[in-house]
């Protein structure tokens, strides 16, 4: 089992920045993708980044350019920076653990909070 702690989120004018991170403990395999989605009222889930045990990443086109996602294997955590932020970026962002070795297993955190005001 693996259990997912985000902190980072919070309330933020537009044109602001926030850093979510989010510490990862229990068992990950070597082959894994840790990353974030997020959901806002009214909306499904949407993937916002994600980032691969070899670097590799994955941005929603509505964040590229503005967010960047990074992550720490010494300490099992990601982190997604978020510059000019806009009230569309409002929703609870959730961070994502997907590893696998003959067969996947997935892991949510609870959600944080993010809000943009204009």
Avoid: H
């Avoid at 004018?13 to 806002?40: D, E, H, T, V």
């Avoid at 994600?50 to 590229?64: F, H, I």
């Avoid at 992550?71 to 955590?77: G, S």
């Amino acid at each position: 089992q693996v259990q997912l702690v985000e902190s980072g989120g919070g309330l933020v004018q537009a044109g602001g920045s926030l850093r979510l991170s989010c510490a990862a403990s229990g068992k990950i395999f070597s082959a894994n993708a840790m990353g974030w989605y997020r959901q806002a009222p009214g909306k499904q889930r949407e993937l916002v980044a994600t980032m691969t045990s070899d670097s590799s990443t994955n941005y929603a086109d509505s964040v590229k350019g503005r967010f960047t996602i990074s992550r720490d294997n010494a300490k099992n955590t990601v982190y997604l920076q978020m510059d000019s932020l806009k009230p569309e970026d409002t929703a609870v962002y959730y961070c994502n653990v997907l590893t696998w070795l003959f067969q996947k297993y997935e892991y949510w955190g609870q959600g944080i909070q993010v809000t943009v005001s204009s």
